[in-house]
C-alpha cells in the first residue's frame, strides 16, 4: 500500500475509489453501510416532539433491488482490496442485515460470526406497537472459505473478559455524552455515530499493530480515531466532505498510545514448543526434584530422561508430565504444565512459570 492513501480521508464514492486501490492491499474491513430504513414518516415521542432519526439521502433507495445492487458493489470492491487472510466486519439492523449476509455469501465471503451487539441504553419504542429495537447485529467473514490464517486475537479478547472466553453477544452502550460530535448548532454531527467501545473490541479482535483497516462508510471517522489510538494504519472513504471534515478534525487529535501498550497477547499456539526435559538440561529442575499437585496430596518424582514417576493407590506411574499428571488422578488427560507445582519461596507455582522462563531467554 502506498503511503499517500494511508491514514487519510478520501472523499468520494466509496466503490469508485475502493477501485483505485491496490489488489489485496487491506488487512481489515469496517463497515457501517446504509441501513435503508424505510422510514415511512416522522417518529414522535408522546409529547410529540419529532425524533431525530435517520432521514439522510444517503440512506434512501428506490426499491430493495437498488438496495441490493448498491451493496454487491462496495462488497465485491472490498473483496478485492482484502488480502487472502484479510476479514471484513460490516454493521446493520434487521432492516438491511439479512440482505447483506445473503450477498456476502453469494460472492464468496465465509462467515466466521455474527455478533449482537446489546446496546444498554437503546432508545425506547414511543409507539408501542413492537418490541424495543435494543440491539445490532456484526457480520464477522474472512475473505473466502479457504484462510485459515486470518488474525484473531483469542487471547487478548480472553482477557478483556476477565479470564473467560469472550462470546457473541456484546453489551456496549450507545454513544453519548461527550463522545457524540456535536455541531456548531448543538445536534448531532452524524446520527449513526458508533461509539468507539465496539470498534474498540472489533480492531483489537481482528488486527494488529501496523495493519490496514479499511472504512467504506468512514462517517465522522470513528474507525479512525479508534485505529490511530490503537497504532493501526486507516483509509477512510466518505461521500459528505462535511463528515469528512469534521473526521479529520478529530483524529488529528488523537494521540497514538505506545506500541507495547497495545501489542496484542501472543497466542499459546504461536509460543516456540518448550518439551520439559529442557527445564532439567537448563538446570531450572533437578533430577530427584519433587512435584506435586495443587493441594499436595500428590507427588511425582523428576527423572533425569525428562519423564516423572509416582505411586499412588491407583498403581505405579511412570511417563510425560502430562501421561502421569492424568494417570495419579484416573482421568483421561491433563495438562502437566498447570497441573504439576514446584515450591517457590514457599509458595506452590505451577511448572508452567519454568516454561515461561525458558522462552523469555529465547
Known amino acids: 500500500m502506498n503511503g499517500d492513501k494511508l491514514d487519510r480521508v478520501l472523499v468520494g464514492d466509496c466503490i469508485e475509489l475502493m477501485r483505485s486501490l491496490p489488489e489485496a492491499s487491506v488487512d481489515m474491513v469496517f463497515a457501517d453501510p446504509p441501513y435503508n430504513l424505510q422510514l415511512g ?49 460490516v454493521i446493520g ?120 483497516i479499511l472504512d467504506p462508510f468512514f462517517g465522522t471517522g470513528t474507525t479512525g480515531a479508534v485505529a490511530r489510538r490503537l497504532g493501526r494504519h486507516f483509509i477512510g472513504l466518505e461521500r459528505d466532505p462535511d463528515y469528512a471534515a469534521i473526521a479529520r478534525k478529530r483524529i488529528a487529535m488523537i494521540q497514538p498510545l505506545a506500541g507495547e501498550d497495545v501489542a496484542p497477547k501472543p497466542s499459546k499456539r504461536s509460543e516456540p514448543r518448550i518439551p520439559f526435559g529442557v527445564l532439567i538440561e537448563a538446570g531450572l529442575l533437578q533430577p530427584g526434584t519433587v512435584l506435586s499437585d495443587q493441594s499436595g496430596r500428590v507427588h511425582a518424582r523428576v527423572r533425569a530422561d525428562g519423564t516423572l514417576s509416582a505411586a499412588n493407590a491407583l498403581g505405579e506411574h511412570r511417563g510425560s508430565i502430562h501421561q502421569v499428571g492424568a494417570a495419579v488422578q484416573g482421568a483421561p488427560a491433563c495438562n502437566g504444565w498447570t497441573f504439576w507445582h514446584i515450591d517457590v519461596a514457599g509458595a506452590k507455582r505451577p511448572i508452567d512459570h519454568l516454561r515461561q522462563q525458558v522462552r523469555a531467554g529465547l
Request: hydrophobic content about 35%; glycine content about 8%.
Open 93 to 212: 439492523s434487521y432492516h438491511n442485515i439479512f440482505r447483506i449476509g445473503t450477498a456476502l455469501q453469494d460472492l464468496g465471503f465465509w462467515l466466521l460470526n455474527d455478533i449482537v451487539w446489546r446496546k444498554s441504553n437503546p432508545m425506547p419504542n414511543f409507539r408501542g406497537k413492537r418490541f424495543t429495537n435494543a440491539h445490532e447485529t456484526l457480520i464477522w467473514a474472512a475473505r473466502d472459505k479457504r484462510a485459515k490464517r486470518y488474525t484473531f486475537n483469542y487471547e487478548s479478547m480472553k482477557e478483556l473478559n476477565e479470564g473467560i472466553q469472550m462470546r457473541s453477544d456484546w453489551l456496549l452502550p450507545l454513544c453519548t455524552g461527550g463522545e457524540r460530535l456535536k455541531g456548531e448548532d448543538g445536534k448531532k454531527a452524524h446520527p449513526t455515530q458508533k461509539p468507539e467501545s465496539l470498534l474498540f473490541r472489533c480492531l483489537m479482535s481482528a488486527s494488529n499493530p501496523g495493519d490496514v
Open 41 to 89: 414518516g416522522d417518529l414522535l415521542r408522546p409529547d410529540n416532539s419529532k425524533v431525530d432519526a435517520v432521514d439522510d439521502d444517503w440512506d434512501k433507495f428506490e426499491d430493495f433491488a437498488r438496495y441490493d445492487q448498491f451493496t454487491r458493489g462496495w462488497l465485491a470492491a472490498a473483496r478485492r482490496v482484502l488480502k487472502p487472510e484479510g476479514t471484513l466486519w
